[in-house]
């Protein structure tokens, strides 16, 4: 009996440290690199953080928004750009996860995927082309940190 209970308390610790562990903190990111619309983590979404997309002697050239979802505990970035512009949406997190998502012209509402950042900071933009031209804009580092 007393030999079950040393057993049953050592496999309970050892379970204790695996669940604690970096590995398996990375596994309950579920959310990363999927796409907030499809996933429904945009529905309880807010915006967190907005920067320009800036072109340097020509001005604005758009927006970026960093988005937070309550729901899911996830960031992502949406632009609004130049309907003929391509370019690149990027997200990153304080634990030096990221995601980069390209697109392509024909609208002028774009957002790349998402990344588990509940407190931890969070910051991303966009680069954009389009006609010769391309800008960037960044949200601030210090953005979301929850």
């Excluded at 992502?76 to 750009?81: D, H, N, V």
Aim: hydrophobic share 35%.
């Amino acid at each position: 009996m007393k030999l079950r209970v040393v057993a049953t308390a050592i496999g309970a610790a050892a379970v204790a440290l695996v669940a604690s562990s970096p590995a398996s903190a990375q596994a309950l990111s579920h959310y990363d690199h999927k796409d907030p619309y499809k996933t429904g983590c945009a529905s309880t979404a807010r915006v967190v953080e907005t920067a320009t997309i800036n072109r340097r002697g020509y001005g604005k050239a758009g927006s970026v928004k960093l988005m937070w979802s309550g729901k899911c505990k996830t960031n992502w970035i949406e632009a609004t750009t130049p309907k003929s512009a391509t370019g690149t949406i990027y997200v990153r997190t304080a634990d030096g996860r990221k995601d980069s998502y390209g697109f392509r012209s024909g609208r002028t509402k774009h957002w790349g995927n998402m990344l588990m950042a509940n407190n931890m900071c969070a910051w991303g933009g966009a680069s954009i082309q389009w006609g010769g031209k391309s800008a960037f804009g960044q949200t601030a580092t210090n953005g979301a940190c929850r």
